[in-house]
Structure formats: structure tokens, C-alpha cells
């Protein structure tokens, strides 16, 4: 394996046929199986990133799962032909490095915005034990005379 190249599943369950990944790490560390499809780009026209993003789309899914061959009991495949058909636009180097600067900040952004649910259920869960269990109480506020309550 080497820097940049991309694994398409070759074989695997329908719902995860074609799904694709990048390796981004040292050089020979280590070799694939024979269930994955190795692409190697040229990283002058084709940015390795892009290229995966453009075969993760629906769309792109959807072409490796009706291509896929394979019995129900077994699981689905798809070969060499199939990946080699798929269309891939080349937007010119600067578009390509635009669009990688894009998909990043998206990645950021919904990274960020995951963590940020997963503290405010975190203090949720906190705070409605810490209530239910009678380890902080909530003072009544007084009702003002339309039924409002008033600030303390």
C-alpha cells in the first residue's frame, strides 16, 4: 500500500459493496485483501480525495449495487470492469483544490456540530438524573398576577 491509494469493497454485503476509503500513511506498511480494489491516481490530474468523495455520492452507491453479482446467501461482488466504468469528471487542479478545501470545512463544521450534541445529551442526562434523584431541586418562581412568571 502506499500514500493515496484508494480501496474500493469488492466484496462484501449489499448495503457495503463499493464503499471506498483512502489510506493515507507510510509506504508498504502493510498489504490489502482480495476483497478490496486498489485505484491508484495520478495525484497531478486527480486529487485522491476528490476521487473518493465523487465514488461515496448516492449515485455512485447505487452503480455498484445494481453492478454487484452475487446470490443472496452469498456476498455481492463487483470486479474490475464495473469500477473501471464508473464516470469520473476532472475538474481542473484549482477547482479540485477548492472543492477539497470545501468538503474539509463541511467535515469540520458537522465534526464540531456532533460534538456539540453529544455534550448538550451528556449534560441533558446529567441534569435530569441529578433532578429525578433529588440532588438539586428547582425553586418555584412566583406567578405574577396575569399568570407570568416573574424573574427572581
Not at 46 to 51: D, T, V, Y
Not at 104 to 118: F, K
Request: charged content about 20%; proline content about 7%; hydrophobic content about 40%.
Amino acid at each position: 500500500m502506499r500514500d493515496g491509494d484508494i480501496f474500493i469493497e469488492r466484496a462484501n454485503t449489499f448495503e457495503m459493496v463499493g464503499l471506498t476509503a483512502l489510506y493515507r500513511g507510510s509506504a508498504d506498511f502493510a498489504i490489502f485483501p482480495d476483497l478490496l480494489i486498489r485505484v491508484r491516481v495520478q495525484s497531478d490530474q486527480l486529487i485522491p480525495e476528490i476521487l473518493v468523495e465523487w465514488l461515496l455520492l448516492p449515485w455512485c452507491r447505487n452503480y455498484f449495487q445494481q453492478h454487484c453479482r452475487g446470490a443472496a446467501t452469498s456476498m455481492p461482488k463487483i470486479d474490475h470492469q464495473t469500477v473501471e466504468k464508473v464516470f469520473i469528471p476532472l475538474p481542473p487542479p484549482d477547482e479540485q483544490k477548492l472543492m477539497l478545501s470545501l468538503i474539509r470545512a463541511i467535515d469540520q463544521r458537522l465534526s464540531a456540530e456532533s460534538q456539540r450534541v453529544t455534550a448538550s445529551k451528556s449534560l441533558f442526562s446529567s441534569m435530569l438524573h441529578l433532578l429525578m434523584t433529588g440532588q438539586v431541586r428547582v425553586n418555584k418562581l412566583p406567578i405574577s398576577e396575569n399568570n407570568q412568571c416573574s424573574s427572581p
